[in-house]
């Protein structure tokens, strides 16, 4: 059974900080890494996706991605209280290559 | 602006009933999905589509059925409705992966 695994939570973090949120998989051939944010009452929103080792900015984002690990992180940068959200990651697995997610990572900025 | 529509937010319908939820996107995306999210369980593949009268089951498609007559539209059946499948049902469409989701609709079964 191909799972993808992320800490629940709550993870509180000051207006302004670094918001770290964690995510390992078990299928050691997943080639693709998706976060999507949700906040309360809506759908996911992709946010950001990488597929190669190492880092990969998009603005206060940073995604890194580490496969001898097994290891997937969202960085977020100078958070800010509209950060907070459950943060989903998706791993490309399944027998047909569909997407597996994990059951998200709340994250709550304190102003 | 990218949409995904689907036709109901709040629906409530009854055990053994026939239901039908549709979703509408408008990017000419080839790949439809339709997921449900349950509290403790996250967001689960029920079908998806990667063309037009083509679909695939995802990891739960037991009890539901699915159409796709045109690239725009994908449509969930139940077939005979239960109570376990009371849930937050989401579309989504995208290029490969889901890139855009809609609103959701909640689903009630009495």
């Known amino acids: 059974q191909k799972e993808v695994e992320q800490n629940s939570g709550p993870l509180s973090v000051p207006e302004g900080a670094i918001a770290s949120l964690n995510c390992t998989y078990s299928d050691r051939g997943s080639q693709s890494f998706f976060w999507y944010r949700q906040y309360s009452g809506k759908s996911p929103e992709l946010i950001m996706f990488i597929y190669s080792n190492g880092d990969k900015e998009d603005g206060r984002f940073t995604a890194q991605l580490n496969k001898a690990s097994q290891y997937v992180s969202l960085l977020i940068r100078d958070s800010q209280p509209s950060d907070s959200a459950t943060y989903l990651c998706?791993?490309?697995?399944?027998?047909?290559?569909?997407?597996?997610f994990g059951k998200g990572t709340k994250l709550s900025v304190k102003p | 602006d990218v949409k995904v529509t689907q036709s109901s937010r709040y629906l409530v319908k009854r055990t053994g009933e026939k239901v039908f939820l549709e979703c509408v996107q408008d990017m000419d995306h080839e790949n439809m999905f339709w997921y449900r999210q349950d509290p403790g369980l996250g967001l689960r593949l029920i079908y998806f589509s990667y063309d037009v009268k083509m679909k695939e089951k995802g990891d739960i498609p037991e009890g539901y059925s699915v159409s796709r007559e045109k690239k725009e539209r994908f449509s969930l059946i139940l077939e005979s409705a239960s109570t376990n499948q009371t849930s937050m049902y989401l579309c989504a469409s995208g290029y490969n992966q889901p890139q855009h989701f809609g609103d959701g609709t909640r689903l009630s079964i009495l």
């Open positions: 998706a791993v490309r697995g399944g027998s047909q290559g569909n997407l597996i």
